[in-house]
């Protein structure tokens, strides 16, 4: 706990000036509408109040996410791995991944409003597609930077197959494809938090769209602080995971 103060004492002493700043501009500021920009102790009171609903809506987002991301994270990869490995298929298609990858997902809502027969299914399509792509062109970029003689050493020892495919190709592009899967996490927060602004009946975007309809802005400044706190929660974790998973690069240091 002392060498996690010690670490980010300066993080912490920033977050509460931001506070302060906070509190002092909407206390005495005339020019400050009080209702849009509440003082923080009433975030705080409507934060504790609502409690029970925002879990709920972790709940109904994540049942959106999970499918979504780790759809999209198998999909990235397989296919990512088969492009890499194969030079003529990457040579006639990649023209038409860097034209589609740039696309937002976002664009893509009337046809997936259209086509697809649930709100749910939609929401789990758009995230699919947004992050897909990090993925698949990050598994791509990192099997063409594997070491060619890493590669030779590994065709000479005989390995080939499911063995060359897991021990080799796979080890050596994990940083790639965890840097991919990293964009692509934060960009499947994004999508899913304007799906449900949209769309839904519950869910961590609902929340914040549902009240700001009413002008409840108290309520929707708790939203957005918890959707942060997920969202940044979520995301240490799973830089620790490829932490671990990576543990022979500089990140284990880090």
């Known amino acids: ?50 409690f029970g609903e925002l879990v709920g809506g972790v709940g109904s987002s994540m049942k959106l996410l999970i499918p979504g991301f780790f759809g999209a994270l ?4 397989v296919f990512g791995l088969f492009f ?17 990858s740039p696309i937002p997902p976002t664009l893509f809502i009337p046809y997936a409003i259209a086509l697809l027969p649930t709100f749910q299914t939609a929401s789990m399509s758009l995230i699919f597609i947004g992050a897909f792509w990090p ?30 495919l897991f021990y080799v190709v796979l080890p050596a592009s994990a940083p790639h494809i965890l840097s991919g899967a990293s964009t692509s996490l934060g960009m499947s927060f994004l999508i899913l ?7 839904a009946s519950s869910g961590m975007g609902f929340f914040i769209q549902y009240y700001s309809d009413f002008s409840q802005y108290h309520y929707v400044l708790a939203g957005i602080i918890f959707n942060s706190i ?25």
């Open 84 to 100: 890499g490995l194969n030079k003529r298929s990457r040579e006639i298609l990649m023209p038409y991944f860097h034209a589609l």
């Open 135 to 164: 993925i698949f062109l990050g598994t791509i970029h990192g099997v063409l930077l594997i070491d060619k003689h890493f590669l030779d050493n590994a065709k000479s020892l005989g390995l080939k197959g499911p063995e060359f």
């Open 193 to 199: 938090t304007i799906a449900e602004m949209f769309g």
């Open 1 to 50: 706990m002392l060498t996690f103060f010690k670490r980010y004492n300066l993080t912490i002493l920033i977050g509460i000036l931001a506070i302060v700043m906070w509190a002092l501009v909407t206390k005495y500021a005339t020019w400050i509408n009080p209702v849009i920009f509440p003082e923080p102790l009433v975030v705080v009171e409507s934060f504790v109040a609502k």
């Open 230 to 254: 997920i969202i940044v929660t979520v995301m240490v974790i799973f830089e620790k995971i490829k932490k671990r998973l990576l543990f022979w690069t500089n990140l284990k240091a880090d």
């Open 74 to 77: 198998l999909a990235g990869i």
